[in-house]
């Protein structure tokens, strides 16, 4: 069984303290065989939020797979984010901002989906699908296949329309039919699981709700996700924690059947 731990929106410089020493536990305790931090890393691009980020990181003892997320680009420096838009996350993060993992168990493909002139919205051109396309579609059989983006490519209510993944529709399409499983994502908050009608084969949406951030959604509490896979079936766990701590706990359980465990390749 092989573990995978999705962090996302942690927004360091709003950062809970006793959160953040609760997923430093949890992951100490899990040993994953990847960390995917999955966007939102600091609240304004700040270098010492950066510096923070990084160190968090650092404790989790795990591989790290990172993409950008919009608040990752600068807001108010206006001539930094025209000219280097992701020169404070490389310092950090590194220049990889598509960045892929490979291993007997998985194959993670991250996407950049943030675009310097627009301050929310992302995006996920023809190029970007194509590329992931073929990267799935060289995969080994007993990968399991996440792409991770930061915008959710699907959202579980009405409201959260505005927030979704521009060409979202063309994405799940082709990287279904290529071989994906899961695509993976952040930005509202809100977690959930959600499988994609439609599509050449099965694939579900996995989002994650804010890490370690004060900045959570009513009645939702800090929250990441744990992946567990074993070549068969996978099982995506939710785990929640309060604000003051002092632990993860899991709040939900999802198991999912990639259509390879059925039959397909």
């Not at 968090?56 to 919009?70: E, K, S, T, V």
């Not at 404070?88 to 993670?108: I, K, M, N, Q």
């Not at 744990?226 to 003051?244: H, K, M, N, S, V």
């Amino acid at each position: 069984m092989s573990v995978l731990l999705q962090v996302s929106d942690p927004h360091f410089g709003t950062e809970r303290a006793p959160v953040v020493e609760a997923l430093v536990a949890l992951a100490q305790r899990e040993r994953p065989a990847l960390v995917v931090l999955s966007g939102d890393i600091t609240q304004r691009a700040r270098p010492a939020q950066f510096r923070a980020a990084r160190a968090f990181a650092d404790r989790l003892g795990a591989p790290l797979l990172a993409i950008p997320g919009n608040h990752d680009l600068p807001l108010f420096d206006l001539l930094t984010r025209l000219l280097r838009p992701y020169a404070r996350y490389r310092a950090a993060f590194g220049d990889e901002l598509e960045p892929v993992f490979a291993s007997d168990a998985w194959l993670v493909v991250g996407v950049n989906t943030t675009r310097p002139a627009r301050h929310e919205n992302g995006e996920v051109d023809d190029a970007q699908v194509a590329r992931v396309a073929a990267r799935l579609a060289a995969a080994a059989p007993g990968q399991l296949r996440v792409v991770v983006v930061h915008q959710p490519a699907a959202v579980a209510r009405a409201e959260d329309e505005h927030d979704r993944l521009i060409g979202h529709a063309a994405a799940l399409a082709r990287w279904s039919a290529a071989g994906a499983d899961i695509v993976m994502g952040g930005h509202i908050h809100l977690p959930y699981v959600l499988p994609i009608e439609g599509v050449p084969r099965p694939l579900w949406v996995v989002q994650a709700g804010t890490a370690v951030s004060e900045r959570v959604r009513e009645g939702v509490p800090n929250s990441v996700n744990l992946l567990r896979w074993d070549g068969r079936g996978a099982q995506i766990e939710q785990w929640d924690c309060p604000a003051g701590g002092p632990a993860f706990t899991c709040q939900a359980v999802t198991t999912i059947s990639p259509a390879r465990s059925n039959g397909g390749r």
